[in-house]
């Protein structure tokens, strides 16, 4: 019997602590041929934090565990008793399996985002925060944020020059939060 790819449903932010679990318990058990693999998709992000940008490393699907198994009665208990494991995904107590495409879909989803960091950006500042601009002509000046476009990374802030308030459009990383 060929192995199939499954969902296993687990603890949001116990994903990897999981995978780890079913794989050390399948090489104990001494079932390692029936778990050949066990993969926490993630994806790459850029996120702007203190006026740098991040690359940061989020799960693809929290929450769940893609495992390639050789379904067994064993296997399926190996993995059923696992802690923090809620189950498989699937009708009832049947765990169904996904197609190959299926799965490459989710790997190819975390294969495109580390070749191609999507345009997900986080920001710790948002409307009406003030903030401090950090390059460019206007560099130390402080203003209110007016506008976050997230399309094209760019952030409106309000500086006063010569008591007049001027808007002025700016990168995200040219600015940093005034604490």
Request: glycine share 8%.
């Amino acid at each position: 019997m060929a192995a199939r790819w499954y969902i296993i449903h687990a603890y949001s932010g116990f994903e990897n602590k999981v995978r780890d679990a079913i794989l050390s318990e399948a090489e104990r058990l001494g079932l390692s041929e029936g778990v050949e693999e066990v993969e926490v998709p993630t994806e790459t992000v850029t996120e702007i934090k203190r006026g740098k940008k991040v690359q940061v490393e989020r799960k693809f699907m929290p929450g769940y565990v893609l495992a390639k198994l050789n379904m067994t009665d064993d296997v399926y208990h190996l993995v059923k008793n696992t802690p923090k494991v809620t189950g498989f995904l699937g009708a009832g107590n049947k765990p169904q399996a996904i197609s190959e495409k299926e799965a490459a879909r989710y790997f190819g989803g975390v294969e495109e985002a580390k070749s191609a960091p999507k345009k997900d950006i986080h920001v710790d500042y948002e409307i009406g925060d003030q903030v401090k601009v950090l390059e460019g002509p206007f560099a130390s000046f402080n203003g209110e944020v007016e506008e976050l476009d997230f399309d094209k990374a760019k952030v409106k802030v309000s500086v006063s020059i010569f008591g007049r308030a001027t808007p002025v459009e700016l990168d995200f990383d040219q600015v940093e939060l005034v604490k």
